[in-house]
């Protein structure tokens, strides 16, 4: 049974656990993302690779999709 009280209970956990909740999750992402060494304004090799592969996906999705752009109209 649910009753007013305990959901307001529940609703001030909630309240209380969401900002907690979003603060340690944006840490836990600011530690995995690869960044430079440290010490050094050189980026780490993972994230050479990381943007190497990212630059090289939208090129081949950009010409994808500007051959199928440019192909004749089947009228």
């Known amino acids: 049974m649910l009753n007013k009280r305990?959901?307001?209970?529940?609703?001030?956990v909630y309240?209380?656990?969401?900002?907690?909740?979003?603060?340690?999750?944006?840490?836990?992402?600011?530690?995995a993302v690869p960044g430079r060494r440290s010490g050094s304004w050189v980026p780490n090799t993972a994230a050479i690779v990381a943007g190497a592969g990212a630059a090289l996906g939208a090129l081949a999705f950009w010409r994808k999709r500007r051959t199928d752009d440019e192909s004749p109209s089947p009228s």
């Open 6 to 12: 305990k959901a307001l209970i529940g609703w001030i």
């Open 15 to 31: 309240t209380i656990a969401k900002p907690i909740a979003k603060r340690t999750v944006k840490t836990k992402a600011k530690a």
